[in-house]
């Protein structure tokens, strides 16, 4: 089975082999994706995280000769840097981070110090998810995004909760399939998961609990606001935006 790495700050997954496809979700640099087939221009592949598919293009991504070595370390600040050819490359936070250089066909990505984490030794607390989570505040939602570039709602719990060694799957609604139900808002703690559904009953939308009055979310931008029995109020505008079905623990 042949193995892509991602060479760019992220890399767009879409729908479809095409430039105006919807995106569904990203690679960051770094992140490893098996291959599923091609176009001229385009890589359908399933990103090794978290199973999901879609299209890459082509130049974004490199085939690897190896596999990538497992790592648990990732780059612990909004903006950081790696070394993509002997040329720099910003990158996200939660970015994989590789203690020896990765070699792939004609490219070779370096790893200089900087900060880092390594979630096989993170602590699941009120101080760890509210340093991570809170770097990631007024970075603007985006469909599909997974960096501070522009992420969406499960795309932040994900990446937050990855930098605290638990894993999430992709989507809100694959989401709530995980992890343990907490019958009332009363008993949440930092770092519990919300979700709210539509009209229909779909859960749409997630965010993570800071407490029982406030949550963090992507809507629009990270922000927080407030949240009660019923769901979340713009703090802004008094607004009630989104309605509370469920919350869960994973840890």
């Not at 879409?14 to 979700?25: D, N, Q, Y």
């Not at 991504?61 to 909004?78: G, H, M, R």
Request: aromatic fraction near 10%; proline fraction near 2%; charged fraction near 25%.
């Amino acid at each position: 089975m042949k193995k892509f790495v991602c060479i760019t700050t992220v890399s767009h997954m879409r729908k479809e082999a095409s430039h105006t496809a919807e995106i569904v979700s990203q690679l960051l640099l770094g992140e490893a994706a098996a291959f599923l087939e091609e176009t001229k221009d385009f890589i359908r592949v399933k990103c090794l995280y978290d199973n999901y598919e879609g299209w890459c293009q082509k130049s974004q991504l490199t085939e690897l000769t190896d596999d990538l070595p497992a790592t648990s370390i990732f780059i612990n600040q909004a903006i950081g840097e790696v070394i993509v050819n002997d040329k720099p490359c910003r990158v996200s936070l939660a970015t994989p981070w590789f203690d020896k250089p990765i070699s792939a066909k004609h490219f070779t990505i370096q790893y200089p110090s900087q900060k880092t984490v390594d979630t096989a030794t993170i602590v699941f607390n009120e101080e760890n998810i509210k340093a991570i989570s809170f770097q990631f505040l007024n970075t603007p939602y985006l469909w599909g995004g997974k960096s501070v570039l522009g992420i969406d709602c499960s795309g932040f719990t994900q990446q937050v909760f990855k930098m605290v060694n638990i894993f999430l799957r992709r989507d809100a609604y694959q989401q709530a399939e995980q992890g343990e139900s907490i019958g009332f808002l009363q008993e949440v703690k930092c770092g519990d998961l919300a979700f709210f559904d539509n009209d229909e009953g779909r859960i749409t939308h997630v965010g993570i609990l800071l407490n029982s009055e406030t949550i963090i979310h992507s809507a629009g931008r990270v922000r927080v606001d407030n949240i009660d029995n019923a769901g979340i109020i713009n703090v802004e505008t008094g607004e009630r935006t989104h309605k509370l079905r469920i919350i869960k623990r994973y840890k």
